[in-house]
């Protein structure tokens, strides 16, 4: 029953959010109820009743009012767009339309800091501009125009980068911007944040692999990526030694990677 009721009182609040919603863009785009209606292909009486909250509209018309004002549906349903500046709000063409980025008081991004402690949270809330509003902050004026976050990494498969620090990606719009041989942190529906090379890029997916040849290149498919965010410039939290560099350790990683295919062929036997 208790179940019942909270379905009913979130069905209530998105509803109410996005008749407001739905009002104020039309009102942005200076547009009558009945401009909107035709554009929609319904009537003006059905658009009314869901800028009055008083029907809820269909999933796949849902879609057509977020192509149409060019906003994402959750975002939609979710947020009061009327606290969110639509100029700081960047149109995307791909999985999705909106990447809300914060500015400073001269109106230039600032870099977003996404410790791995948050990664997870990151995958859920990168469409939302409150999620993005909590974040953390730094500015680097060299890297000059762009949008930019700072992601922190861990593991060993890119070194020399240690655990806890931090790589700084310039966001790509569009994945046929990749290019062979360089470096990017993927935003991906099965593993999350990684931080890759690049090796190929075909129309379906995309060939990865660590800089660690104890790893192997592995896929990922062009649908599963959210965001592509170019290498830029990293920050070490730990200070390099000579043993990071060490010939030696280089060959016993090479050694692991050996055993590692020798362990997996036999497992095949």
Known sequence: ??????????QIVSMSILSENIRYLRAQ????????????????????????????????????????????????VSADLRKI?????????????????????????????????????YL???????????LQTISLPFLGAGTYRAFQVEGDSMPPY???????????????????????????RSEGITYKRLVKA???????AADNPFYEPYSIPIADIFEIWEYACSISTHEFTKEDFNTDQLQIIELLKELKTEVSELNKK
């Open 1 to 10: 029953m208790y179940q019942n009721y909270l379905y009913l009182l979130i």
């Open 85 to 121: 500046p639509l100029k700081e709000i960047m149109e995307l063409p791909d999985n999705r339309i909106l990447l809300p980025v914060k500015v400073d008081y001269n109106g230039e991004n600032i870099i977003e800091i996404i410790p791995h402690k948050a990664s997870m949270g």
């Open 162 to 188: 240690k655990d806890g620090a931090f790589i700084i990606g310039k966001y790509l719009e569009k994945a046929t911007e990749l290019k062979k041989g360089k470096s990017y942190l993927f935003v991906t």
């Open 124 to 134: 859920s809330g990168y469409a939302d501009p409150e999620y993005i509003e909590n």
């Open 29 to 76: 785009l200076g547009f009558s109820q009945n401009k909107v209606a035709n554009d929609l292909i319904i009537t003006r009486v059905r658009y009314a009743k869901y800028e009055d909250a008083t029907s809820e509209p269909p999933v796949e018309l849902l879609i057509r009012m977020s192509r149409y004002f060019h906003i994402s549906i959750d975002l939609m």
């Open 202 to 208: 075909e129309e379906v997916a995309i060939t990865v």
